[in-house]
């Protein structure tokens, strides 16, 4: 058995304000990404360039947080929240959805191409090969909180959480983290350096959301469910909530032809 290294979820206090992991897991996630983006932006020769993703930066952030925090309260606890609407958002209590983040950051992206005149898919694919920087940080986060850890397990590399029994259980959140992240980060680079499929508005968006729905299936096979949901069937709501991403990964991956060039 791993022995759970304890790091204080607060990386550094001013005064009375707290700089939690988390938060800079979001931060950290946000700014590599935004470069990371329109480092590839540049190599193209139509829009979004590197201005256009310097601008959509607040758009993100509002569609992660918007989208995160009502797509948790409408797919995870909506009795509880439709009962309690003035907690919606209350982020700082905790609960964010990565599909709901995701559907606002979509919405963000349509808005704004719309606005700027950009295809909206070509903004997509770079913000989708982005995402997983943002995701191996936030799935770091999730474990040094030692939370949404994983079933129990008597394997070598079962850890005993300081929230999660006295039974030693998988460190999901670290498959999840090599999977969603680095994996998939892998990925969509290895299809972004190839002209041809970079070139085609919604292969890349198409692969991020169909290797997003792989990974997170795989992983929720070792992740503890929700207390407050369980089971759904023989499912959880985290793989339910992934299958429509492949069906409609595979779809834009499929139907993505040559770029027009703007």
């Not at 719309?114 to 995402?131: E, S, Y």
Request: hydrophobic share 50%; net charge neutral; proline share 5%.
């Amino acid at each position: 058995m791993l022995a759970f290294p304890e790091i204080d979820p607060i990386a550094f206090q001013i005064g009375p304000m707290a700089i939690r992991w988390y938060a800079l897991a979001y931060i950290a996630g946000l700014l590599l990404g935004w470069q990371y983006a329109a480092h590839w932006a540049r190599k193209n020769t139509w829009r979004p360039n590197a201005e256009d993703f310097e601008n959509f930066l607040t758009w993100a952030i509002f569609g992660v947080v918007l989208g995160g925090r009502i797509g948790y309260c409408l797919f995870y606890q909506p009795e509880y929240y439709l009962s309690h609407p003035a907690e919606i958002l209350m982020v700082w209590h905790g609960g964010m959805s990565f599909h709901g983040g995701a559907l606002g950051v979509i919405a963000a992206i349509i808005a704004f191409a719309r606005f700027n005149k950009i295809h909206w898919m070509a903004l997509g694919d770079l913000v989708a090969a982005a995402t997983p920087i943002g995701l191996f940080f936030g799935r770091i986060a999730n474990f040094i909180n030692g939370e949404l850890y994983g079933r129990v397990t008597d394997s070598s590399l079962g850890m005993v959480f300081p929230n999660g029994g006295e039974l030693p259980r998988h460190p999901s959140q670290l498959y999840q983290a090599a999977m969603e992240g680095l994996i998939l980060f892998a990925v969509l680079f290895f299809v972004l350096r190839n002209d041809k499929l970079r070139a085609r508005h919604g292969f890349t968006g198409g692969a991020f959301l169909a290797g997003y729905g792989c990974a997170r299936i795989i992983g929720e096979l070792f992740r503890e469910p929700d207390a407050f949901l369980g089971f759904i069937g023989i499912f959880t709501m985290g793989q339910l909530l992934s299958l429509p991403m492949i069906a409609v990964g595979v779809f834009l991956m499929l139907r993505a032809r040559p770029a027009d060039v703007r």
